[in-house]
């Protein structure tokens, strides 16, 4: 039987593995077509920022579902960030 803790923990990746792989398709898609006009530099500064800050609270709060998580993110939305600046 699954202690309360557990579902809460489950809870955190599955959310966590939904906001990471919504990156996916659009970091394939730049690597498609090599086009990033329609992409928002702003928003992927604001997003890489935001994740940053994910990571450090979790490893401040000792949470690994939600460092593990926003590292999976950082990786996809750096990624996005460079093809945008690079294919500008």
Do not use: H
């Amino acid at each position: 039987m699954f202690r309360m803790a557990d579902w809460i923990s489950i809870l955190g990746i599955v959310a966590g593995c939904c906001t990471t792989g919504a990156s996916v398709p659009q970091v394939l898609k730049i690597i498609k077509t090599r086009k990033t006009r329609d992409i928002s530099l702003m928003m992927y500064c604001a997003v890489t920022l935001g994740v940053m800050l994910w990571i450090t609270y979790g490893v401040l709060i000792k949470n690994f579902p939600v460092v593990l998580a926003n590292m999976a993110s950082f990786v996809l939305v750096t990624t996005i960030l460079i093809f945008k600046i690079k294919y500008k």
